[in-house]
């Protein structure tokens, strides 16, 4: 799939100054140079994602979407902080510019990264492809999920981020809450699971960085060779 058909003119809804956010990263971006172009990519459906264009480079910029947020999503924050987190590390992550928090630059926080030349796979069965490259890109994939699990959280700078403590104790707890709050029926091997699951908590507790939405569509594969050169959608 080429840039041209992953991404279109900015949506009704999701439009915002344009002229004021190329006046924001024109003072703040030393290699930024207008004018600019924005069009919206088609996916990025929980923050909005923009191609940035102008006439030396190409950006990408997520924001929060308009409108009344929940407290815990759409943290344009947080994806910023990992992002930057993983630059130093061998993890494939794109460049990363700025992060703003003010509201009144465009309505809601946003940040600007690198764009990444590559191809993004929405299918994963990928059917244009062939055994052998459908093999080598998962076995990429699979070697960048390894790399990430290797990341000294702490040396990278991310000591403080998140709830290092119990993470399968409390996702089978959070499962389980969400089955009772959705079924609408009886289901005994459901219930014998959740019993299973309680009692076979491992007792270590091995802490690492999870990405919370590993998918080949959150993946940029190099334009033609079966690697992955960037992990996004943090």
């Known amino acids: 799939m080429s840039i041209e058909d992953d991404v279109t003119a900015v949506r009704a809804n999701h439009r915002f100054d344009e002229a004021r956010l190329e006046r924001y990263l024109s003072a703040r971006m030393p290699d930024f140079r207008g004018p600019l172009a924005v069009r919206q990519f088609v996916g990025g459906q929980s923050n909005p994602t923009y191609l940035l264009s102008t006439p030396d480079a190409r950006f990408v910029m997520r924001k929060k979407p308009p409108g009344t947020l929940l407290q815990s999503a759409h943290q344009v924050e947080r994806e910023f902080r990992i992002i930057k987190a993983l630059a130093a590390t061998d993890v494939p992550v794109p460049g990363v510019h700025l992060l703003c928090e003010d509201a009144g630059v465009i309505g809601t926080a946003f940040f600007v990264m690198d764009f990444v030349e590559g191809r993004i796979m929405r299918d994963p069965m990928m059917p244009d492809s062939n055994p052998r490259e459908r093999a080598a890109c998962y076995d990429s994939m699979n ?71 590993y998918r080949m569509e959150n993946i940029v594969f190099h334009p033609v060779e079966p690697r992955v050169v960037a992990v996004l959608d943090w």
């Open 143 to 213: 070697d960048v999920l390894a790399r990430l699990h290797k990341v000294d959280f702490r040396a990278v700078g991310l000591g403080d981020y998140g709830r290092p403590d119990a993470y399968v104790a409390r996702q089978v707890a959070r499962w389980s809450k969400q089955y009772e709050a959705s079924k609408i029926g009886e289901i005994p091997e459901m219930d014998r699971l959740i019993e299973w699951l309680g009692r076979h908590i491992p007792a270590a507790d091995e802490t690492t960085i999870a990405h919370g939405d």
